[in-house]
T-cell receptor, first 115, second 115 residues
């Protein structure tokens, strides 16, 4: 079974600085997709960024980028120029490429942004 | 357009009672997922519906949990004889298809408290 591990329960960053959230996963599959979701206090999960495992190029979405290391099974999220609105829980998630179904989530990292 | 909606927002019940949680997916979305988020935990998959196909119930924790989806739209998650360990936030998500790359759009969740 696939597992997703986020080893940092909490992180803190100064406004305008850069922060990296870690995620590792375990799988024997070669085809899969990885996602980062943000959950603000409103509880509504929002997709931040996604990556296809067969693509070597790291995905970027404005201030958000990933460092995808397939051999190391690592998928970290970098937030540049952090803003107060970035404060939230961040969840890393895995989806198998061989099935149509659910996401497998890590336990999340709570990010605080200091003004 | 309207996003995924869930009702009620909060539900407090007594141990042993039955509860029903409702999810209204985005119009036209064929795939619907239920997840459970316990305190300090990531999201745990419960059940998945795709169109008129038989649902994937592999994540349901016990036979006290059931779900249905009427007319390929609204879904109801039912928990019978609730236990204190059922206390959690129940999140619903929908996606346009069950395509692996498709974004899952989440509702705000129902916070269930079992006394």
């Amino acid at each position: 079974a696939q597992t997703v591990t986020q080893s940092q329960p909490e992180m803190s960053v100064q406004e305008a600085e850069t922060v990296t959230l870690s995620c590792t996963y375990d799988t024997s599959e070669s085809d899969y997709y990885l996602f980062w979701y943000k959950q603000p206090p409103s509880r509504q999960m929002i997709l931040v960024i996604r990556q296809e495992a067969y693509k070597q190029q790291n995905a970027t979405e404005n201030r958000f980028s990933v460092n995808f290391q397939k051999a190391a099974k690592s998928f970290s999220l970098k937030i540049s120029d952090s803003q107060l609105g970035d404060a939230a829980m961040y969840f890393c998630a895995y989806r198998s490429g061989g099935s149509q179904g659910n996401l497998i989530f890590g336990k999340g990292t709570k990010l605080s942004v200091k003004p | 357009g309207a996003g995924v909606s869930q009702s009620p927002s909060n539900k407090v019940t007594e141990k042993g009672k039955d509860v029903e949680l409702r999810c209204d997916p985005i119009s036209g979305h064929t795939a619907l997922y239920w997840y459970r988020q316990s305190l300090g935990q990531g999201l745990e998959f419960l059940i998945y519906f795709q169109g008129n196909s038989a649902p994937d119930k592999s994540g349901l924790p016990s036979d006290r949990f059931s779900a249905e989806r009427t007319g390929g739209s609204v879904s109801t998650l039912t928990i019978q004889r609730t236990q204190q360990e059922d206390s959690a936030v129940y999140l619903c998500a929908s996606s346009p298809t069950s395509g692996i790359w498709d974004e899952q759009f989440f509702g705000p969740g129902t916070r269930l408290t079992v006394l």
